[in-house]
């Protein structure tokens, strides 16, 4: 159980790099700000 509890650790963490760098994609792209 411990190899799929680390996967899970690595794609949480995947997502969650994704998503920021998602979010600086549009920000940057839109730079409204």
Not at 3 to 10: A, E, G, N, P
Not at 12 to 23: M, P, S, W, Y
């Amino acid at each position: 159980m411990g190899v799929s509890y680390f996967w899970q650790l690595v794609i949480k963490g995947a997502v969650i790099i994704i998503a920021v760098l998602i979010d600086k994609y549009r920000t940057r792209h839109h730079q409204s700000a």
